[in-house]
C-alpha cells in the first residue's frame, strides 16, 4: 500500500541527483547543502529516497554495510509476538495500518526508516488513559533474524499519566518507526532498553509530539547488540510542552552504537532538556551521538539545554558527539550545549584512593556512579535495578587499570 505523506511533509526534490541538496534561491545557480534540521526532506514512501552511498548527513557515521538489507531490502511487516501484561488503563493492541493516529507524529526523513514505514503491516498500538500512575511493560524477544519492518504508536491520551517501558531482547534484524502523541496536559515516560544479542541490528525512529501543557520524559537505554541506532525526535508544537530526553550507552568491542536526537521548539514557553552519557570499552568499540535543537521564530519563551558525555575506559575506541544550536528568534529564556569525551577523573580517583579504596574498585565506582546517574531517573525501581545489574555485568569485563587509562 503506498501512503501519500502528511500534509506537513517536504516535497521531493527535483532532479537534485542526492538527498540533502536544494537550489539557491537566487536564480537556482547551482547547488548548496541544507542548512537547517527541519529543511530535510521526509517521506513514508521508500522509493521516494535515492539510494543510501554512506556520503549523506544522515548516515556518514553508521557502517552501511553491516545494515543494507534494512535499508533496501524485503520486509517481513507481520505482527509479532509480545508479553505485555495486563495494565489497568493501558490498553495494548494491533491496529489496521490505516488507522488515523499513524502519520501524525511525523514522517520519515530517511530510507531505512520509510522501507520500514511502506512494509509494515499492523502497528502495534499502546493507549494510555487516566490521571492515576501506572506502568506497562512489553517485551519483545522472539522477533528472530530474518529482516523485518515494524510500527509502534503510543499515545497519553489528554491529562493522563503513565509509565511505558518497552524491552527488546533476543535475536533481530528489525528497522521500525515509533510514533509518540503526548495529549494536552499528559504527563508521559516512554522508556526503551537494548539488550539484544551481541549480532543483532536494529534502526528506529521516534517521532513524537506534545500537547499544551503536556511533558514526555523519553529514555533510550542501549545496552546490546552489533549495530543500534534509535533516533529520537521530539516536536513542541503547542505552548507549555516539555521534553527530558536521556540516554545511556556502554559500547563493547565491535559494537556499534548511534543515537541521532532533535528537538524542535515550534511553540512559546516550551522547555527541553537533552542527557545522553556512555561508556565505552574494547577494540573497534564505536558510539554516535547527533543533538540537534532548533529553537523557531515562533518559540519566544524557550528554555533549552542539551549535553553529551562519554567515558573512554580502554584504547581502541571512538566516540563521536556533535550538538548543534539553531536559534531563530532572541527572545528565549536560555539555551546552551555541551559535549565531552574524556577518561577517569584523577580528582575524583584520588579521592576515593584516599579514603582506602583500591585503585581498581575506585575506577568501578566512577563508571558505575557516572552512568547510574541516568538510571536513576527512570522511575521504575525493578528496571533500574536490572540496569544497574547489567552495568556491572557490562564491568566485570572491562580492564580498570591505570596502564588502561594511559594513551
Avoid at 512494509?119 to 511493560?137: N, P, Y
Avoid at 503536556?214 to 542501549?222: M, N, P
Avoid at 558525555?309 to 580502554?314: A, G, K, S, W
Wanted: net charge negative; charged share 25%.
Amino acid at each position: 500500500m503506498t501512503i501519500s505523506p502528511p500534509e506537513h511533509a517536504t516535497t521531493k526534490l527535483e532532479n537534485t541527483g542526492q538527498l540533502g541538496y536544494k537550489k539557491h534561491t537566487d536564480g537556482g545557480w547551482g547547488l548548496v547543502p541544507i542548512q537547517t534540521r527541519s529543511e530535510r526532506f521526509a517521506s513514508p514512501v521508500v522509493e521516494d529516497f535515492p539510494a543510501v552511498t554512506g556520503r549523506e548527513a544522515v548516515w556518514k557515521l553508521t557502517p552501511i554495510d553491516r545494515i543494507s538489507d534494512l535499508i533496501d531490502g524485503p520486509l517481513d511487516g507481520s505482527a509479532y509476538d509480545i508479553d505485555a501484561p495486563v495494565v489497568d488503563g493501558v490498553d495494548v493492541r494491533w491496529v489496521d495500518r490505516t488507522d488515523a493516529r499513524i502519520g501524525t507524529a511525523g514522517t520519515p526523513e530517511e530510507r531505512a526508516s520509510a522501507n520500514a514505514w511502506t512494509r509494515f503491516d499492523q502497528a502495534l498500538a499502546i493507549t494510555v488513559s487516566g490521571e492515576d500512575s501506572k506502568t506497562a511493560r512489553v517485551t519483545r524477544s522472539v522477533l528472530g533474524n530474518a529482516a523485518r519492518a515494524a510500527h509502534v504508536l503510543i499515545e497519553a491520551k489528554p491529562f493522563s499519566s503513565g509509565l511505558i517501558i518497552l524491552a527488546n531482547t533476543g535475536q533481530a534484524r528489525l528497522t521500525e518507526n515509533v510514533e509518540i502523541l503526548v495529549g494536552d496536559g499528559a504527563n508521559l515516560t516512554v522508556v526503551t532498553v537494548q539488550q539484544w544479542d551481541d549480532d543483532a541490528v536494529h534502526l528506529s525512529s521516534h517521532f513524537t509530539t506534545v500537547g499544551r501543557d503536556a511533558r514526555i520524559k523519553h529514555v533510550v537505554v542501549t545496552l546490546g547488540g552489533s549495530v543500534v541506532r534509535v533516533n529520537p525526535s521530539t516536536h513542541l508544537n503547542a505552548p507549555g510542552g516539555e521534553v527530558e530526553a536521556l540516554g545511556l550507552y556502554f559500547a563493547d568491542a565491535g559494537q556499534h552504537l548511534e543515537q541521532q536526537v532533535y528537538v524542535d521548539h515550534d511553540a512559546p514557553h516550551t522547555r527541553s532538556r537533552v542527557t545522553y552519557k556512555g561508556a565505552l570499552q574494547g577494540a573497534g568499540a564505536r558510539t554516535v551521538w547527533i543533538g540537534d535543537v532548533l529553537i523557531r521564530q515562533s518559540a519566544t519563551g524557550t528554555d533549552s539545554y542539551e549535553q553529551n558525555r562519554n567515558l573512554v575506559l580502554t584504547d581502541g575506541t571512538r566516540a563521536d558527539s556533535v550538538p548543534n544550536l539553531e536559534i531563530e528568534t532572541g527572545d528565549i529564556a536560555g539555551a546552551g550545549h555541551a559535549s565531552a569525551t574524556g577518561r577517569f577523573d584523577d580528582e575524583q580517583l584520588f579521592y576515593l584512593q584516599a579514603r582506602g579504596i583500591r585503585e581498581d574498585e575506585a575506577r568501578r565506582l566512577v563508571v558505575r556512579g557516572f552512568l547510574t546517574e541516568i538510571v536513576q531517573q527512570i522511575g521504575d525501581a525493578e528496571l533500574q535495578e536490572r540496569l544497574e545489574i547489567a552495568i556491572e555485568e557490562e564491568l566485570n569485563g572491562t580492564s580498570l587499570s591505570a596502564d588502561a587509562d594511559r594513551g
